[in-house]
């Protein structure tokens, strides 16, 4: 089958941990390469955002890159890309119309990509399949003002759940959330993202530690929602531990960075500075050398609309302790692959982490379930698969507009 991916603001070949490139990114380069080891015939349209790229490019997981222009050729947040939407949308139409390749099925990746990719599905009579990857509603919910998104994110977001033809939902909590937007139950299948089971492995080489000193991981973007405050605050109850953050700028940038600088401060103010290390960025090809140098991840995310880093522990046989909210109660099984905990509440945290850090069985036990659950559920070839099939359903419907087009 031709599949589009639309994935406006990330783009499968970024670089990550910065503070618009992280799971979208990864969840679209490892799909799109699950779908070509399928036998797909994939592109990926992503925002042009520097003058020196080139307008397609094959990436090592056998889909082309298309660099659409829409806006300027230059880094834009996230936040302001909307007015390009219309841009980028006309852009594809002229394309698909022009040249000698056009979809079959277009998937898009976060709601700006799904205004584009419905305009221009229209057009050309092209069935839609969306993801949400992250919700206006449950972003205002817990950032309230410090909420940048446009104004009428959530608005869009009912209107192209019930317009396009399937929603893929990545967790139950996230159907339950579409639900209450407005966005028919009918109109959405549950399919969890993968994780990469060759990266991601317990055998392999492991980053540099102290042996006797235990380990807690901590991965992302270095954005307050992430919950690194939380996670260093909880530092203060396992006192015999370091905490590593990884994600953000580059290690050379996190002197300059105002967020980095406030963790630093506050673990300073908490006691724990000689134990907390900031990593800054890590290029995804290492990141499995990361969870395997860890005694356990701790995930604690104020919300998540999925949570790919718990996965990429659990499939390195690393126990996570995690946060109950959103796709992290699907991935994480409480008491048996990990702990669950109340966000935002170091305390708990603390305490997990702790009884954790000293019950070697019970972590041995989080671990070999964490492994096999990762493997047995989570892989990228059932994901495509899946998602595969649905797109095969939603192009034998028959379409009024493509027998116009
Ligand atoms: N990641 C990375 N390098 C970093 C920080 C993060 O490769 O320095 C990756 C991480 O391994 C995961 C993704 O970025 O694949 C983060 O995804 P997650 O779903 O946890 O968070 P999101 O960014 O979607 O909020």
Known sequence: MRIAMISEHASPLAVLGGEDAGGQNTHVAELSAALVAAGHDVRVYTRRDAVDLPVAVRAPGGYD?????????????KD?????????????????????????????????SGLAALAAGRQTGVP??????????????????????????????RELGRSVDRVIAQCQDEVGELVRLGVPRSKMTVIPSGVNLTTFAPLGPAAEREPDTPRVLTVGRLVERKGFQTVIRAMELAPRAECVIVGGPPAGLLETDPYAR???A???????????????????????????????????????????TPLEAMACGVPVVGTAVGGIKDTVVDG????????????????????????RIRRFGYATAALRRARSSYSWATAAERIAELYGEVTTVRRPTRVVA
Do not use: N
């Not at 890159?65 to 947040?77: D, K, L, R």
């Not at 993801?131 to 998104?149: E, I, M, N, P, W």
């Not at 603390?350 to 009884?355: F, I, S």
């Open 80 to 112: 302001a890309l909307l007015p390009h939407m219309k841009e980028f949308s006309h852009w594809l139409v002229a394309r698909w119309r022009g040249g000698d390749w056009a979809p079959e099925v277009i998937h898009a990746h976060f709601w700006m």
């Open 266 to 308: 506050l673990a300073e103010t908490c006691g724990v500075a000689d134990r907390v290390r900031l990593v800054g960025a890590v290029p995804r090809e290492e990141m499995g050398a990361w969870y395997r140098s860890a005694d356990l991840l701790v995930a604690a995310p104020w919300y998540e609309p999925f949570g790919l």
């Open 128 to 157: 839609v399949v969306q993801t949400y990857h992250a919700l206006g509603t449950v972003k205002r919910r817990h950032q309230g003002v410090q909420d940048t998104s446009p104004a009428r994110r959530i608005g869009y977001e």
């Open 262 to 264: 406030r963790l630093r």
């Open 336 to 359: 048996v692959t990990g702990d669950l905990v109340p966000a935002r509440d170091p305390k708990a945290l603390g305490t997990a982490v702790r009884r954790l850090l000293d019950d």
């Open 65 to 77: 890159v298309v660099h659409v222009p829409a806006g300027p050729a230059e880094p834009v947040a």
